[in-house]
């Protein structure tokens, strides 16, 4: 049984469990953060740890346990997300006395005493939520010191995205999912996403170090797990429209197609799917 519709309604993109967000993500995807910010950690020569910001840090599991590690014991993380509901999550249960959490759309307002005021800016799987990834690079160039440092890393392209289009094509669910595109990333469509990413980050005063794209096999332990993950990752603003009595039927349906698109429900109960990551090393201009 799902509870989505007993959810607050909240202006987010993802619904508002920031819990079952944090339990139902796939080990996978918390190694392979691991592994690539251990890779561009060691490569941050000549750079201070003075202030990072995590930029979209959602429940906090990833600012906690895996960015924490990796910064220096002076360092202090400012660790913002448009979600009330996710930064209460944070503060209650991924606290520390060297993180800040906030609730900030650092896009639409950037405090003004953060120009150059930053050494690094982290974005785990939050920039495929910005529409205007030039607006995005520029106000990540303003906060960050001289020669300092970006790090995305995050989605591509996902089944999800593949099952809400289809979705958004049947008779049953088209009228509930009508602007459904605005939620999914450009690079689920595109072919060359890493030449446009590179140039827009020239183009906004850095120097792309690594800009590239990797295939994954994410596991998730059970149907239970992967189903609560593609629950949480609903839009709200499409949850919202479904009425309650036909949301079973739907997510019936959702898990069907997921079959269609590199999803694998295997015998042993676990399911597997292919993502693709973009991994993203930018270093400002002096």
């Avoid at 819990?19 to 890779?39: G, N, T, V």
Wanted: net charge neutral.
């Amino acid at each position: 049984m799902f509870y989505i519709h007993k959810l607050l309604r909240t202006s987010s993109r993802m619904n508002s469990k920031p819990a079952q967000y944090c339990s139902s993500r796939s080990k996978a995807e918390f190694e392979w953060i691991d592994s690539r910010l251990s890779h561009y950690v060691s490569k941050m020569t000549g750079s201070n740890w003075d202030i990072v910001l995590d930029f979209g840090c959602g429940a906090g599991i990833i600012t906690k346990n895996k960015l924490l590690s990796h910064c220096s014991a002076h360092t202090r993380i400012i660790a913002v997300d448009i979600q009330s509901a996710f930064v209460d999550f944070a503060k209650e249960t991924f606290g520390d006395e060297r993180i800040e959490y906030m609730v900030l759309d650092v896009i639409k307002k950037t405090p003004s005493h953060w120009a150059k005021r930053f050494d690094k800016v982290f974005a785990f799987f939050s920039h495929h939520y910005i529409s205007d990834f030039r607006k995005f690079l520029k106000v990540f160039r303003e906060i960050l010191k001289p020669e300092g440092y970006v790090i995305c890393l995050g989605i591509a392209s996902s089944p999800t995205f593949s099952v809400w289009l289809e979705l958004s094509t049947k008779e049953e669910w088209k009228k509930y999912l009508i602007g459904i595109e605005k939620y999914i990333p450009f690079t689920h469509t595109s072919k060359d996403y890493c030449s446009t990413y590179k140039k827009l980050a020239e183009e906004c005063g850095f120097v792309p170090i690594v800009v590239t794209s990797c295939v994954k096999t994410v596991t998730f332990d059970s149907e239970k797990q992967f189903m609560g993950f593609q629950e949480c990752v609903l839009p709200e603003e499409i949850v919202k429209q479904i009425p309650l009595e036909n949301f079973e039927k739907f997510l019936e349906d959702y898990k069907k197609v997921f079959k269609r698109y590199e999803v694998t429900y295997n015998t042993d109960g676990t399911v597997t799917a292919q993502h693709t990551f973009i991994e993203m090393f930018l270093q400002s201009e002096s």
